[in-house]
């Protein structure tokens, strides 16, 4: 019974000395990554359908989707964490630019320039989908320049 006590009062040393190693409440709770991972996931499915439809050289709903992205962008650009706010907002905010020049694009008809946009426009989901821990579709290399 003794060795039960020590062993567990060891356990719960170890388990105190973690959360003071790790910071412990000086850390800051991110309450904005649900929101901006549901967002992102928008964006992954609006990205997946623009992808799907540039491959198959059709602009349909092409224009809708861009603006779905451009809204979604929009709607998280205050919501990052303070340490990483600068960087992201300038990310989104480029990225927001690619969606609608997407959009316009699309409505205009130019399927080239609408893939031209899109490739544009896809690496900045790397930026920062390991904040959102989604990874979103890569470019099509057929459309490269």
């Known amino acids: ?23 412990g409440d000086d ?11 549901a967002k992102m996931r928008d964006v992954k499915l609006s990205t997946d359908r623009i992808m ?5 050289e059709s602009l349909a709903g ?11 962008l ?3 650009v205050d919501l990052y ?16 630019g690619f969606a609608l020049a997407l959009a316009g694009a699309a409505k205009s008809g130019n399927v080239k320039e609408a893939n031209k946009q899109f490739r544009n426009m ?3 989901c790397g930026k920062c989908h390991e904040d ?3 990874m979103l579709a890569p470019a099509f290399p057929e459309y490269e320049e």
């Open 52 to 56: 799907v439809t540039l491959k198959n």
């Open 74 to 76: 929009e709607a998280v």
């Open 122 to 124: 896809v690496p900045y």
């Open 27 to 37: 850390q800051k709770a991110d309450n904005n990554l649900p929101t901006r991972r």
């Open 62 to 72: 092409v224009a809708e989707d861009a603006e779905k992205i451009q809204k979604a």
């Open 132 to 134: 959102c821990a989604y």
């Open 1 to 23: 019974m003794r060795k039960f006590n020590l062993l567990s009062f060891g356990v719960v040393l170890l388990g105190l000395s973690l959360v003071i190693a790790c910071g």
């Open 81 to 96: 964490p303070v340490d990483h706010k600068e960087k992201y907002t300038m990310y989104n905010k480029e990225s927001q």
